[in-house]
């Protein structure tokens, strides 16, 4: 490795997205697979949402918010997938591809124009201290039990 710092950004759960409310996905193992939309393909027909035995696919606003053609995609919490393909095998745009699970955050971060669940630690620091909110170590366990 070199010396130079590593300028990716790192991205985190967003605590305060309403998929947060729904219950963890039960397993020891997570799963071999791993669902990717590929937003820029993605209609937001809602096809595959009702296909979710998880119910790990959110609808969130398109990228562009003045296109009046992408005012919506989907997007799903890796969390969440348990990998069934069912998403991926409903899609009528065939933008919903199942990839191995460590190999899927990679694709996740190349497909995905505009997430909700995922935020930059930045961002998600901002809005925290404008809402004047912290999240201790403590308060995520006594929220887990």
């Avoid at 959110?58 to 918010?65: A, C, F, K, N, Q």
């Avoid at 971060?109 to 909700?116: A, F, P, Q, V």
């Amino acid at each position: 490795m070199s010396d130079q710092e590593d300028k990716r950004e790192v991205l985190v759960e967003n605590p305060f997205h309403t998929a947060r409310f729904k219950p963890v996905r039960k397993g020891k193992k997570p799963p071999k697979l791993i669902a990717v939309v590929h937003q820029s393909g993605c209609t937001g027909c809602e096809v595959c949402i009702a296909g979710c035995p998880v119910d790990s696919i959110e609808l969130v606003p398109g990228p562009e918010s003045a296109n009046p053609a992408f005012r919506q995609t989907v997007e799903i919490d890796l969390a969440r997938c348990i990998g069934c393909q069912n998403c991926s095998q409903d899609c009528p745009w065939e933008t919903i591809t199942m990839y191995q699970h460590n190999d899927s955050f990679v694709a996740w971060g190349h497909e995905t124009l505009k997430s909700e669940l995922y935020v930059s630690q930045e961002s998600l620091d901002k809005v925290m201290s404008d809402a004047n909110v912290e999240l201790s170590p403590e308060a995520e366990q006594k929220e887990e039990a």
